[in-house]
């Protein structure tokens, strides 16, 4: 393949890049050019304008307007309302005309083109730095024609990872909990969307009340646990198949599943008379191994992503705190001293820091922290904030929350800078979200 | 993409929840009398004349809250034959019972903030609960514990499941077999109070025990 496949090896084979030499990206830097990026680690001090045209051919407006969406998100960008562009007559083919884009002070531009070959939707598009005069990045994508939307994301991506050297996290989905019904008789079912809210698809019938689910790290499946009258079991859930399995695991209380980082295991804790404690059980072989063995709740686990830690909740020092230990139950820590109860701890996709729910002064706040524990950062605060769940590039951190008492729960997310709170476009009532990684 | 939607199997088993008591019916539980807490009604299939107001187990320090006097009326006098069967007998230990039903000897206890022990209300409604379980050896129940939404999701459900076993043991204590007991949490998911006060909270955070079918 070409100089594209390594700079995106994530690519699949749905959208395989059919993207050929055609518009070879990065081949003429400017001086100019690489002065325009983007910061994504200070919070940003300036959001960039970018114009994206409305792309021509198959579903060309909505596409524009899916990147938009993405960009305008992410609070990096000032995205450009189509409204004041000067030059109306764009081509992908041909160079725009940058003094125009410079009378609005656009310092970005997109152009693109879709066309149906051999029944499939091919989108092209490219990247140009009016300031410098030149193209940043061209690249094109082929799908089905339903699929229009995750060209959408993986343009999103595309200009999001050039403009700011960071992956993108567009073309991922999150799984979470639509709740219904008042608050005593609250129904809650599995349901997965894209990050941005389209295509929200139902996986249980609310039959039983569904909690905390959670991607694998290959997207293919969710672990979840689902709670009736009589007990509360773990599920594994394969998405393409919709088949559910119930993990057996002994007792009739085994929840806060999450898959380890090889998708071969969960770890979770259960309870046995009255003692809830974490445990680890393979997928491959069933085996069961106990990792914490204490009279307090030791709940909440998660695996590092180089699978060789282990955060968790527990009460075991008299307040609720965040413990770490070694991935065999070894060398317990305790991770957090600070004011307030801390629990939900989970791992960034790097595994350099840790997202927490802290309580604090009748408040519940979302924070981070470094993977031992210190440069406590709180990014958000409300009458109830929980579950946090990351960008796959560890930029965005999803959450639940309600404003205040009595409100129904909604999806939020937030910079890890601390900035661009905001509610996901997900209207409906929804908690417990978990981020998938970016799609193949 | 599309997803196949499979059914989640039901589970199969029914839980019948008793009269869903509200707060009022906390104070109600903590009535009878202030006599001095009698041992738990004998096993016996000899005929026996009434199970009064002296039968019932009562509160050992507190004062009534209540006007309202927990319905314990004298059941009538039963005679048993000396061939009883076993049926006959569990028919006869029922009615030994000094209330009629869970509901009646109290069906939730409730708890301070982020605790699972036991306060002497509801340590005297449980011992109510043993009397009546005991009384009715062929009856099975359910303990559900439950939690206020200030806290995490599954923080709450390990709490629930302290606060389920807590009454349970304590009802082990009183000579109820725990074979008879099955304990759950249900977190913070299934509130009975919608008011997100401290008074609602207060209601939210019990452990409720409910007869088995």
Redesign the interface.
């Known amino acids: 393949m070409t100089a594209l496949s390594l700079l995106f090896p994530a690519l699949s084979r749905a959208l395989r890049p059919t993207l050929l030499a055609l518009l070879m990206a990065f081949a003429w830097l400017t001086p100019a050019l690489a002065q325009l990026n983007v910061s994504v680690t200070e919070g940003h001090r300036r959001p960039m304008p970018i114009a994206i045209a409305d792309f021509s051919g198959p579903h060309g407006s909505s596409i524009a307007g899916a990147v938009r969406d993405n960009l305008s998100r992410s609070g990096l960008f000032q995205v450009q309302n189509p409204d004041s562009f000067l030059q109306r007559d764009v081509d992908v083919n041909v160079a725009p005309r940058f003094a125009d884009w410079r009378i609005t002070k656009t310092e970005a531009l997109v152009v693109g083109r879709g066309g149906v070959v051999s029944g499939r939707l091919r989108v092209e598009f490219r990247l140009w730095d009016v300031y410098g005069e030149s193209q940043m990045l061209g690249l094109e994508f082929a799908t089905t024609d339903e699929n229009w939307r995750r060209i959408a994301h993986k343009v999103s991506d595309a200009i999001y990872r050039r403009l700011t050297g960071e992956v993108g996290y567009f073309d991922s989905r999150v799984v979470f909990v639509a709740e219904s019904g008042g608050r005593t008789n609250r129904v809650k079912r599995l349901a997965v969307m894209d990050q941005d809210g389209a295509n929200p698809s139902y996986l249980t019938d609310g039959t039983e009340q569904v909690l905390n689910p959670r991607f694998n790290a290959q997207g293919q499946q969710i672990v979840y646990s689902a709670l009736s009258d009589r007990g509360i079991k773990i599920w594994v859930v394969d998405i393409e198949s919709g088949r559910k399995e119930a993990v057996a695991i002994p007792g009739n209380m085994a929840f806060a599943p999450r898959f380890t980082p090889d998708g071969q295991s969960i770890i979770f804790s259960a309870d046995r008379d009255g003692d809830v404690d974490v445990f680890i059980k393979s997928l491959r072989t069933g085996k069961l191994s106990q990792l914490t063995r204490n009279p307090a709740i030791d709940t909440s686990p998660d695996m590092s992503p180089d699978g060789s830690q282990i955060v968790f909740t527990s009460d075991r020092g008299g307040s609720t705190q965040i413990y770490g230990m070694n991935a065999d139950g070894s060398g317990l820590r305790r991770l957090t001293f600070g004011e307030g109860r801390y629990s939900t701890a989970v791992w960034s996709p790097k595994g350099d820091l840790i997202a927490f729910t802290r309580q604090l002064g009748g408040q519940f706040q979302i924070g981070v922290m470094a993977a031992d524990g210190s440069n406590l950062k709180i990014l958000a605060e409300a009458y109830l904030v929980e579950g946090p769940t990351w960008s796959p590039n560890g930029r965005v951190i999803m959450f639940q929350r309600e404003g205040g008492p009595g409100q129904s729960p909604s999806l939020w997310t937030v910079d890890v800078s601390g900035t661009n709170l905001r509610k996901s476009p997900w209207s409906g009532p929804g908690s417990d979200p978990g981020w998938s990684a970016t799609l193949p | ?8 199997p ?2 199969g ?3 019948r929840s008793l009269a869903l008591m509200l707060v009022s019916s906390l104070a109600l539980v903590a009535c009878a009398s202030t006599k001095t807490a009698t041992p738990p009604i004998a096993e016996t299939s000899t005929p026996v004349a009434i199970a009064n107001s002296e039968a019932a187990p009562t509160i050992a320090q507190e004062a009534p809250k209540t006007s309202a006097p927990v319905a314990s009326a004298p059941l009538p006098a039963v005679t048993v034959s000396g061939t009883t069967i076993n049926a006959e007998a569990a028919r006869v230990q029922e009615s030994l019972s000094p209330y009629a039903s869970l509901a009646e000897a109290g069906e939730r206890i409730f708890f301070p903030t982020d605790r699972f022990d036991l306060t002497d209300e509801a340590r005297s409604i449980l011992t109510r609960q043993a009397a009546w379980i005991k009384a009715n050896p062929g009856k099975r129940v ?1 303990i559900a514990g439950n939690c206020d ?7 709450n ?3 629930g ?2 606060r ?3 009454a ?2 304590f009802l082990a204590g009183l000579g109820v077999d725990t074979d008879r007991v ?6 913070k ?6 008011r ?2 401290a008074e609602g909270w207060a209601v939210n955070r019990n452990a409720q025990t409910m007869l088995l079918d």
């Open positions: 993409m599309t997803f196949t939607q499979s059914q989640t039901a589970s088993l029914k839980v359910l939404e200030r806290g995490t999701r599954e923080y459900l390990a709490l499941a302290r389920a076993s807590a349970r043991d099955e304990t759950v949490s249900y977190g998911e299934r509130p009975i109070d919608e997100p006060s």
